[in-house]
């Protein structure tokens, strides 16, 4: 990056706003004029200003995307920090951050806030000028999609400031534009926590939505990444603070309003709802998954590697394709040498630039136990049946074990060592190509959605997301069956995932039965997250087999009536045929005898013949037969009359509880070194009003940390005395 021109007031009041003469043709905001916007011009007027006031807000993002990385990550059970990294790096993980830690420094956020005030305090979001789309002329309003864009990007700015700092945390909406303000901002502005920051910018964001839009101008930011990911949806951040909300006040219905965000954005298309201007139309999980093939399954042949090992859901090259996953990302500088280079790239992976020094980050055994201890579970057709099978380790190489290419297939395939020049060497694949810092990415989202629905009281919708993925066939005869209220069934209803959108391959029944036509199964646009890695997650009865199973020891449930037992010997005569089948159906036979129309056995003595006889034990058989399907037809009608009447009460709460589980797992299996695992670890432990929740987490890292986070006044950063709790 070259050639910055920015107002420096003082301080962490830099950088009034930024526009930039910026030369070099793969960085970033290469805007190529040297419009400076200074403190005294308090006016923006001009589409032109609209452009370069971003621009100095995306400037001074770069400072951040790093450390916010850092701190969502080292702080929470997936990383070691290695011996040769940085002290500072050390200490973010080990929870002893003191104020002369580099990364340590709230005043770059205030930056970018400062610059977000100042754009919201003067920018006229009713001027407009006229524009000519498809030979049509209309009225543009210049200054709404940047607007509602720093709206967003304020919020999510002090959200973050929330999760590293905790509480008293300086809250400023107005533009500090004086030196003497900038002396005195920190020490005499008002203080939030994070729940006070949530409810306010809520309330700051909602009357925008209805304003979201990308930005017409796909100029002025980088070669590599469009203009419009720079943007953050304001749907999502509203999403993301709901749930942050429900959280810490323990609140399901904010995690209804957070669900319904995250989906607000999921629907969203550019043009108004359902149109088609070149996006896709949903923002779904790509069938993009690591999966052993069929060959594999079916030849027991697992010394190739699994397919899918592209990691395409990490590109920033593209934008609102079928093919692409990442939303919003920071723009960062091409090249190690520059201002703002992506410093992610060289600390969880060998530094090439600088004679291939290793990576200061590790897996922590954690990580590679979450991805290990999974089962993977795959199908293959052999004569036009299907068989499942599952992978496991004695199946493998022992180098594929080793390089966690078994259970979930995600951070074997991402993560990788190999001999370099005298040392080992080590590459993940996700945070080693991407150039850029992706901040929302369409797998995160989902997950985020599962665990607002689940936390709001929908544990087999939030199932759903893990397992086989949404549209209305799923919703409509998995989730909405179970609605108890109107107001549960209109909430359901509120997510539309039509199928003329998809590739349909589920049936899914209001009696929980579902069918599913396996063979446009490597063909949908959506798949369950946990099949990213895992297989067919919806089938495997390693996974989570309690989704069918409801126990018998609850209050009320009807008795499982008896079965029909057919283990027995039929290739004899008559009189050994009916021993044989009373000999497994006694009871069965005694309970159809004594029904007030029931069916006697039959006395074989009283036939004459060897033929009648015969005929008179396979018609009693057929009778034995029909009963028990009769008995279990009333059996399931029972089950579900209570299930709907009565169970859910008892048994969601656990459906919930083993649903959480396997988020946290999932959290840890598609979100590893992304920077979301602390953030996730606090949210889980305020809902659960349990500090050790986290602790234990961490602990498994690092033991010694147990004691210290039991306490969660020690899981923030402290500054200068003045934030932090």
């Given at each position: 990056m070259k050639n910055l021109k920015y107002f420096l007031a003082f301080g962490w009041v830099c950088c009034i706003f930024a526009a930039a003469s910026l030369t070099s043709c793969d960085d970033m905001l290469d805007m190529g004029n040297d419009d400076v916007l200074y403190a005294d011009r308090n006016h923006l007027t001009s589409a032109n200003d609209t452009v370069n006031s971003y621009v100095g807000i995306l400037v001074q993002l770069q400072k951040i995307a790093v450390r916010t990385n850092l701190f969502g990550e080292l702080r929470g059970d997936l990383v070691d920090v290695n011996a040769n990294a940085h002290a500072d790096l050390k200490a973010i993980s080990n929870f002893t951050v003191d104020d002369d830690n580099i990364y340590n420094n709230p005043r770059d956020y205030y930056a970018v806030i400062n610059n977000c005030n100042y754009f919201l305090a003067n920018a006229d979001t009713l001027l407009r000028e006229q524009r000519y789309e498809n030979g049509a002329a209309s009225d543009f309003y210049v200054f709404r999609a940047e607007y509602v864009a720093v709206r967003a990007v304020r919020a999510w700015l002090y959200l973050q400031l929330g999760q590293i700092y905790g509480s008293n945390i300086p809250f400023v909406t107005d533009p500090i534009l004086s030196l003497d303000d900038a002396d005195n901002a920190l020490a005499n502005a008002p203080k939030k926590n994070l729940a006070q920051i949530c409810d306010y910018f809520i309330d700051d964001l909602k009357p925008y939505v209805a304003w979201f839009n990308y930005f017409t101008h796909s100029s002025g930011y980088n070669?590599?990444?469009?203009?419009?990911?720079?943007?953050?949806?304001?749907?999502?951040?509203?999403?993301?603070?709901y749930l942050w909300a429900s959280s810490l006040k323990q609140d399901p219905l904010l995690a209804r309003e957070a669900a319904k965000s995250y989906f607000d954005y999921i629907d969203w298309t550019p043009g108004g709802k359902n149109s088609n201007t070149g996006y896709k139309r949903k923002n779904v999980i790509k069938n993009v998954a690591v999966a052993w093939t069929a060959n594999n399954l079916s030849g027991g042949n697992f010394n190739f590697t699994p397919s899918g090992r592209d990691n395409q859901w990490f590109s920033t090259s593209s934008f609102g394709l079928q093919s692409s996953?990442?939303?919003?990302?920071?723009?960062?500088?091409?090249?190690?040498?520059?201002?703002h280079f992506n410093e992610l790239r060289y600390l969880y992976s060998y530094n090439r630039d600088e004679n291939d020094v290793e990576a200061s980050f590790a897996p922590s055994k954690a990580c590679c136990d979450y991805s290990d201890s999974?089962?993977?579970?795959?199908?293959y057709t052999n004569s036009g049946n299907l068989v499942y099978t599952s992978v496991g380790a004695s199946q493998l190489t022992?180098?594929?074990?080793?390089?966690?290419?078994?259970g979930d297939l995600r951070l074997g395939t991402t993560y990788s060592i190999y001999q370099r020049q005298d040392m080992m060497q080590q590459v993940i694949n996700k945070t080693y190509y991407p150039q850029d810092v992706i901040i929302y990415r369409t797998g995160d989202i989902y997950l985020r959605l599962a665990e607002a629905l689940n936390y709001a009281g929908f544990p087999k919708f939030a199932l759903a997301i893990l397992t086989i993925g949404l549209d209305n066939n799923v919703i409509n005869g998995l989730v909405l069956p179970l609605c108890q209220t109107p107001q549960d069934s209109a909430f359901v209803q509120y997510f539309d995932f039509n199928v003329n959108y998809y590739v349909s391959r589920v049936t899914a029944y209001?009696?929980?039965?579902?069918?599913?036509?396996?063979?446009?199964?490597?063909?949908?646009?959506?798949?369950?997250?946990?099949?990213?890695?895992?297989?067919?997650?919806?089938?495997?009865?390693?996974?989570?087999?309690?989704?069918?199973?409801?126990?018998q020891d609850f209050k009320g449930y009807p008795e499982m009536p008896l079965t029909f037992d057919n283990s027995y010997d039929t290739s004899t005569n008559a009189e050994t045929f009916l021993a044989n089948i009373l000999s497994v159906n006694q009871e069965l036979a005694?309970?159809?005898?004594a029904e007030e129309d029931g069916v006697a056995i039959p006395d074989l003595a009283a036939i004459e013949t060897a033929r009648e006889r015969t005929q008179a034990v396979s018609s009693y058989e057929q009778a034995l037969k029909d009963y028990?399907?009769?008995?279990?037809?009333?059996?399931?009608?029972?089950?579900?009359?209570?299930?709907?009447?009565?169970?859910?009460?008892?048994?969601?709460?656990?459906?919930?509880?083993?649903?959480d589980s396997l988020i946290d797992v999932e959290s840890a299996l598609e979100t590893c070194f992304e920077g979301f695992r602390f953030g996730y670890l606090i949210r889980d432990a305020k809902r659960k009003g349990d500090p050790t929740v986290l602790a234990r987490r961490v602990a498994k890292r690092d033991p010694s940390l147990l004691g210290l986070l039991s306490d969660e006044n020690n899981w923030f950063i402290r500054w200068n005395g003045q934030i932090g709790k």
């Amino acid at each position: 990056m070259k050639n910055l021109k920015y107002f420096l007031a003082f301080g962490w009041v830099c950088c009034i706003f930024a526009a930039a003469s910026l030369t070099s043709c793969d960085d970033m905001l290469d805007m190529g004029n040297d419009d400076v916007l200074y403190a005294d011009r308090n006016h923006l007027t001009s589409a032109n200003d609209t452009v370069n006031s971003y621009v100095g807000i995306l400037v001074q993002l770069q400072k951040i995307a790093v450390r916010t990385n850092l701190f969502g990550e080292l702080r929470g059970d997936l990383v070691d920090v290695n011996a040769n990294a940085h002290a500072d790096l050390k200490a973010i993980s080990n929870f002893t951050v003191d104020d002369d830690n580099i990364y340590n420094n709230p005043r770059d956020y205030y930056a970018v806030i400062n610059n977000c005030n100042y754009f919201l305090a003067n920018a006229d979001t009713l001027l407009r000028e006229q524009r000519y789309e498809n030979g049509a002329a209309s009225d543009f309003y210049v200054f709404r999609a940047e607007y509602v864009a720093v709206r967003a990007v304020r919020a999510w700015l002090y959200l973050q400031l929330g999760q590293i700092y905790g509480s008293n945390i300086p809250f400023v909406t107005d533009p500090i534009l004086s030196l003497d303000d900038a002396d005195n901002a920190l020490a005499n502005a008002p203080k939030k926590n994070l729940a006070q920051i949530c409810d306010y910018f809520i309330d700051d964001l909602k009357p925008y939505v209805a304003w979201f839009n990308y930005f017409t101008h796909s100029s002025g930011y980088n070669s590599h990444m469009p203009a419009r990911m720079s943007v953050f949806p304001v749907s999502l951040v509203l999403g993301d603070l709901y749930l942050w909300a429900s959280s810490l006040k323990q609140d399901p219905l904010l995690a209804r309003e957070a669900a319904k965000s995250y989906f607000d954005y999921i629907d969203w298309t550019p043009g108004g709802k359902n149109s088609n201007t070149g996006y896709k139309r949903k923002n779904v999980i790509k069938n993009v998954a690591v999966a052993w093939t069929a060959n594999n399954l079916s030849g027991g042949n697992f010394n190739f590697t699994p397919s899918g090992r592209d990691n395409q859901w990490f590109s920033t090259s593209s934008f609102g394709l079928q093919s692409s996953e990442v939303i919003t990302a920071i723009g960062m500088d091409s090249a190690s040498a520059e201002g703002h280079f992506n410093e992610l790239r060289y600390l969880y992976s060998y530094n090439r630039d600088e004679n291939d020094v290793e990576a200061s980050f590790a897996p922590s055994k954690a990580c590679c136990d979450y991805s290990d201890s999974q089962v993977y579970y795959g199908y293959y057709t052999n004569s036009g049946n299907l068989v499942y099978t599952s992978v496991g380790a004695s199946q493998l190489t022992e180098d594929q074990v080793n390089g966690h290419i078994v259970g979930d297939l995600r951070l074997g395939t991402t993560y990788s060592i190999y001999q370099r020049q005298d040392m080992m060497q080590q590459v993940i694949n996700k945070t080693y190509y991407p150039q850029d810092v992706i901040i929302y990415r369409t797998g995160d989202i989902y997950l985020r959605l599962a665990e607002a629905l689940n936390y709001a009281g929908f544990p087999k919708f939030a199932l759903a997301i893990l397992t086989i993925g949404l549209d209305n066939n799923v919703i409509n005869g998995l989730v909405l069956p179970l609605c108890q209220t109107p107001q549960d069934s209109a909430f359901v209803q509120y997510f539309d995932f039509n199928v003329n959108y998809y590739v349909s391959r589920v049936t899914a029944y209001g009696n929980g039965a579902v069918t599913i036509n396996y063979g446009e199964s490597a063909d949908v646009n959506q798949i369950g997250l946990h099949q990213r890695g895992s297989g067919w997650a919806f089938t495997n009865p390693y996974y989570y087999p309690e989704i069918t199973d409801v126990p018998q020891d609850f209050k009320g449930y009807p008795e499982m009536p008896l079965t029909f037992d057919n283990s027995y010997d039929t290739s004899t005569n008559a009189e050994t045929f009916l021993a044989n089948i009373l000999s497994v159906n006694q009871e069965l036979a005694d309970q159809l005898a004594a029904e007030e129309d029931g069916v006697a056995i039959p006395d074989l003595a009283a036939i004459e013949t060897a033929r009648e006889r015969t005929q008179a034990v396979s018609s009693y058989e057929q009778a034995l037969k029909d009963y028990a399907a009769k008995l279990y037809a009333i059996y399931e009608d029972a089950a579900e009359k209570w299930y709907r009447d009565y169970g859910v009460a008892q048994v969601k709460p656990r459906q919930i509880e083993v649903v959480d589980s396997l988020i946290d797992v999932e959290s840890a299996l598609e979100t590893c070194f992304e920077g979301f695992r602390f953030g996730y670890l606090i949210r889980d432990a305020k809902r659960k009003g349990d500090p050790t929740v986290l602790a234990r987490r961490v602990a498994k890292r690092d033991p010694s940390l147990l004691g210290l986070l039991s306490d969660e006044n020690n899981w923030f950063i402290r500054w200068n005395g003045q934030i932090g709790k």
